[in-house]
């Protein structure tokens, strides 16, 4: 069978762990193709909640194979703390591999990531600190060590004999920092190399074997469309490739783009967004508070912990990201978030130095400028966690949901009402 891809299709943060842990039941492999553990994804399930950030949110069932792409930025450290915690608490990560190909988080990345955001001063991005940029920076530098270079012990003395005294110039002459020493580095580095060695392989061959056989692939996308390096809120974008398209999901696991023939969409029917950035929809008053603070789980990244930006659904970033992913299904989530509200707005054009206007625009100067257009919809202010089918819901949040289909232009056939597990809505009829 084709892959499926899971993309998010906001500013990440929509819910993405909560939709691959839902359709991963169907499918033999389930793998991450993008970003690193600036990135992260909490399940509720059956053993508890848990944030994922470099794990495929497929690892719950103990039949998957989970893969972690070469498109995957990978910090060793991170990843063996995760593995160790998730056996801590029952779940076997015996089936989980990573690409040789996968670049390695170095520990001069997230010093630089961190020192260039101060020395950006208020054109900071608002980055994790994690490191996960100037890693993909070394990738298209060719600066970069891989996977398959650490679990090497000769290959990787050399690539770092070569690579640390750059970036030991680079912390010392622009940044004023200490520089690191090899010693340290490839010690502790070359540890965790043995610990990972096992799991270390040519992950594509996993995911061509698989497809070749029949069996159904998940690829797990990480953050949200509209922080891609292209198509996103340039230069409040992430430094890999999100999208469904072949330079993300089917590179970003080595495989050929023919093989993805569905994509699923994952909206909020809200929006936020963590760090910096246009926001057109942003809410600054209590509404905002009340958007983060609703529900079981309040908005606040799982990798930071910083309070996210919320604001009333924005129709024209929606839009343009169903398209340019080529969205065939969507998943909603967090539909019962909006259930105290008495009335609920819906951003569905901008206008920009007077002119109404359905895209978003490349120029951050001009998105800056986006004045939001609302068009207000009753609200139910009746709970909905407990529905399970589409008619189950208020009449009114039916007719907010259809209006989301409408204006997104792809069929909504997932609803979440929930954390857990049970807390869906699969629509017979996509809507």
């Not at 970003?35 to 053993?47: E, L």
């Amino acid at each position: 069978m084709p892959a499926t891809v899971v993309i998010g299709g906001q500013w990440g943060d929509e819910g993405k762990g909560r939709v691959v842990d839902l359709l991963a039941r169907d499918s033999t492999v389930v793998a991450r193709y993008s970003a690193g553990n600036n990135a992260g994804h909490t399940v509720i399930n059956h053993m508890g909640m848990f944030a994922l950030h470099l794990v495929p949110a497929g690892i719950f069932y103990p039949d998957k194979i989970c893969l972690i792409g070469n498109g995957v930025a990978v910090n060793p450290k991170v990843l063996l703390e995760e593995i160790g915690s998730l056996e801590s608490q029952g779940v076997s990560a015996q089936r989980l591999f990573v690409s040789d190909r996968a670049h390695v988080v170095m520990p001069y990345h997230p010093m630089i990531d961190n020192l260039d955001e101060k020395l950006r001063g208020a054109a900071a991005i608002g980055t994790t600190g994690q490191g996960i940029g100037p890693c993909f920076v070394d990738k298209v530098a060719r600066l970069g060590i891989r996977m398959g270079d650490l679990v090497d012990p000769r290959a990787f003395r050399e690539r770092l004999s070569f690579v640390l005294p750059y970036k030991n110039a680079v912390l010392s002459r622009l940044y004023e920092a200490e520089p690191l020493a090899f010693d340290d580095v490839y010690n502790a580095y070359s540890d965790y190399a043995a610990k990972l060695a096992p799991r270390v392989c040519d992950t594509s061959e996993i995911a061509r074997q698989a497809l070749g056989r029949g069996e159904d692939i998940l690829l797990e996308g990480a953050q949200g469309a509209l922080l891609d390096l292209d198509g996103g809120t340039y230069d409040y974008v992430t430094s890999s490739v999100p999208t469904s398209s072949s330079a993300g999901a089917a590179l970003g696991i080595g495989i050929g783009p023919a093989e993805i023939e569905k994509i699923v969409g994952v909206y909020k029917a809200y929006m936020t967004r963590v760090g910096n950035g246009p926001m057109p929809s942003e809410l600054l008053d209590e509404t905002s508070h009340i958007l983060r603070n609703q529900g079981p789980r309040p908005e606040y990244g799982a990798t930071t912990g910083r309070p996210r930006r919320t604001g009333w659904f924005d129709a024209v970033t929606s839009r343009y990201s169903a398209s340019l992913n080529s969205v065939s299904s969507v998943a909603l989530t967090r539909l019962d978030v909006l259930d105290p509200f008495p009335s609920i707005q819906i951003c569905t054009s901008y206008k920009i130095d007077g002119k109404t206007v359905d895209s978003p625009p490349a120029s951050i100067a001009a998105f800056d400028r986006a004045e939001p257009q609302l068009e207000e919809m009753p609200g139910w202010e009746e709970d909905t966690s407990s529905a399970r089918r589409f008619e189950d819901l208020p009449v009114n949040a039916q007719k907010y949901i259809r209006r989301l289909g409408q204006l997104i232009g792809s069929p909504i056939e997932v609803i979440s009402v929930g954390p857990e597990r049970e807390q869906v809505i699969i629509v017979d009829k996509p809507i």
